[in-house]
Every structure is written in C-alpha cells, then in structure tokens.
C-alpha cells in the first residue's frame, strides 16, 4: 500500500513562491513505476489537475492556468515529488493533493481524477493579495 505524504503549504502573499513535497511511503523499490500529479480543490469544485508527471521524470504536464509558473519534478531516489510554485496568484488558493498510479510510459497522460489511484491527505495553500 503507498501512502502520500504532502508538506509545504502554507500563506503566502501573491507574486510569492512555495514549493510542494510528496513523499511516498510503502513504495521505496517501486517508486520510479508510478506516474505522479498535483491536482488542487476549492470548496464546492471538482478536483483539477495542476500537473503531472510520468515514471522517470522525462515527461511533464501542466495545466493551462499555471503553464509558465509551476514546474513539477520528480527524486526517484528519495520517492518524493515536487511542485515548484512561482508568480502565486489568489486564485491558486486551494487543498493541493498529490497523487500516484502504476504506470510506465514515455508520455505522461493528463488523467483527470480517476486516473488515480492513491492520494494523500492534501496540504492548504493560501495567496493573500
């Protein structure tokens, strides 16, 4: 079972910077098998993807909102993921979750919510204008 663990949300005022982490328990020796995402919620929306990232790093998606400004990565050899969140803006206030699926392909795919099948417990961030 792998279980993802979110940290560095927080405040932050807008044109700020956070970075995200993700750690994944349970999957140290199968790590570099599972394409990961950020997806993020606001209270009464559907979760949206934010960007993704498939099994060896070579391969990336983003959404059109923050296209430019947020870069996901990847540390195989410290079962974690990134989001690099640069130029917040208020609109970005949400719960970001990290999540992962079993999968190895040269391309990632920009799976919508039910493409995943693990999650973490999600970590707030919050842009002040």
């Known amino acids: 079972q792998v279980q993802l663990v979110e940290s560095g949300g927080g405040l932050v005022q807008a044109g700020g910077s956070l970075r995200l982490s993700c750690a994944a328990h349970?999957?140290?020796?199968?790590?570099?098998?599972?394409?990961m995402a950020w997806f993020r919620q606001t209270p009464g929306k559907e979760r949206e993807s934010v960007a993704a990232?498939?099994?060896?790093?070579?391969?990336?998606y983003y959404a059109d909102s923050v296209k430019g400004r947020f870069s996901i990565s990847r540390d195989n050899a410290k079962n974690t993921t990134y989001l690099q969140m640069s130029a917040l803006k208020p609109e970005d206030t949400a719960v970001y979750y990290c999540?992962?699926?079993?999968?190895?392909?040269?391309?990632?795919?920009?799976?919508?919510?039910?493409?995943?099948?693990?999650w973490g417990q999600g970590t707030q961030v919050t842009v002040s204008s």
């Open positions: 999540a992962a699926t079993l999968e190895r392909l040269p391309v990632i795919r920009p799976y919508g919510y039910n493409g995943y099948r693990y």
């Open positions: 349970g999957a140290e020796r199968t790590f570099n098998s599972y394409a």
């Open positions: 990232i498939n099994y060896n790093g070579l391969s990336t």
